[in-house]
């Protein structure tokens, strides 16, 4: 049986790629615990395949409740098969305005959670063969304005990859990492401000479309991937039975250029 068949635990399971995850998931009879904050969205997610999806309500920024995340989510069908850890957030801050708080937050979301999880959901993962997806970016090598701290946290979320595919190995535990380049998401929907600046109504949505145009310009195949695009990567990657400790790019060409 392929681990997208089987019981995947998908952190930010509610919104964007880890929504198309989730689809993928259940489109080839899989199961999902699905984590996320909102609990309306869970909801409607539960409701959309009831016996096949669990949800479970949890702040990432929370690590003092990981462990317990993990018990809830192997108690949910008994057992689990994969993760994927696709929930992470950006602030874009230009140097000069890069603050503790949000070091702290994207650390938590994008860092300390995921390997927690992974560490935490490892021993309870079913042998042989149970995989784990971290969902990184190409920001964490290659750089761009106002993601130095995006970045940083990513590439050590790609280090941390490495090392978990290591010392999971012996126990048949896969990890490895999908990189997206830009993908049409509620993230790449946030306008990016100067410290200081406002924008009205009209300039938000103006300055968004400028930005996802400018983004839109880098990637060499001419346009942002779809979220449907990089969860059919993280579900081919989840299923490599001889795959581990891999950085894996799908970003339209945007590395090349
Ligand atoms: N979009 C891109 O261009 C792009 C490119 C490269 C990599 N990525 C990476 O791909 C992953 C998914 O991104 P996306 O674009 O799909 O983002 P998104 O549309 O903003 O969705 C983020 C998901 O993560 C959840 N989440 C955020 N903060 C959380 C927290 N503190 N605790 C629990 N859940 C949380 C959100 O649910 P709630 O709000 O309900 O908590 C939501 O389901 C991220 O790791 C991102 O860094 C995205």
Redesign the pocket.
Known sequence: MMVSQGNVVV??????????TVDAILERGGKVVA????ER??AALQASAPNRIRALT????DLDRISELARLANDAFGSVDGLV??????RYEPVGAIGLDAIE?QL???LA?PLLLSQALAVHLRAPGGSIVN?????SERAAPQTVV?AAT?AALNAVTKGLALELAPAGVRVNAV??????????RTPRLLPGETLGPGEIEARVASQLADLTALHPLGR??T?EE?AAVIISVLDQTWQTGSLVTIDGGLSLA
Not at 11 to 20: F, H, K, N, S, V
Not at 135 to 139: E, G, N, P
Request: charged share 15%; with cysteine.
């Open positions: 952190t930010g399971a509610t919104r964007g790629i880890g929504r198309a984590i996320a904050r909102n969205l869970l949890a702040d990432l920024e850890n696709c929930a992470g957030i950006a937050a938590r979301v994008n959670a969902v990184s970016s190409t920001l995006y990513k990189l997206p380049g830009g993908v049409e998401t509620d993230m790449l942002l991937g979220p990089v």
